[in-house]
Nanobody
Framework: QVQLVESGGGLVQAGGSLGLSCAVS????????MGWYRQVPGKQRELVAV???????NYADSVKGRFTISRGNAKNTVDLQMDSLKPEDTAVYSC?????????WGQGTQVTVSS
């Protein structure tokens, strides 16, 4: 059973920083990509950032220059460093993994940015 668990969410003031981590557990033979998504009530979930096994990354236009996605030091871990946070970044952030064509999701972690 593959499971994803996010951590690092919380409350931060505008202009501040926050780091999120996602750990994938279970038997994993090949992981093609890992990413971060976010969702607010009444809105569609949107892609924030993704990183491929070769290290290539891409970001949503709204977070370019402010967020950085990277593979963590631990195996099967992905981090999201969020700087210069804005109130509009407030959302539930969920990590995603593509493992041999199958997609898996974490339960999400709340990020709240106050004015």
């Amino acid at each position: 059973q593959v499971q994803l668990v996010e951590s690092g969410g919380g409350l931060v003031q505008a202009g501040g920083s926050l780091g999120l981590s996602c750990a994938v557990s279970g038997t994993i033979f090949s992981m093609n990509a890992m990413g971060w998504y976010r969702q607010v009530p009444g809105k569609q979930r949107e892609l924030v950032a993704v990183i491929l096994s070769n290290g290539r990354t891409n970001y949503a236009d709204s977070v370019k220059g402010r967020f950085t996605i990277s593979r963590g030091n631990a195996k099967n871990t992905v981090d999201l460093q969020m700087d210069s946070l804005k109130p509009e970044d407030t959302a539930v952030y969920s990590c995603n993994a593509n493992i041999r064509g199958d997609v898996y999701w974490g339960q999400g972690t709340q990020v709240t940015v106050s004015s």
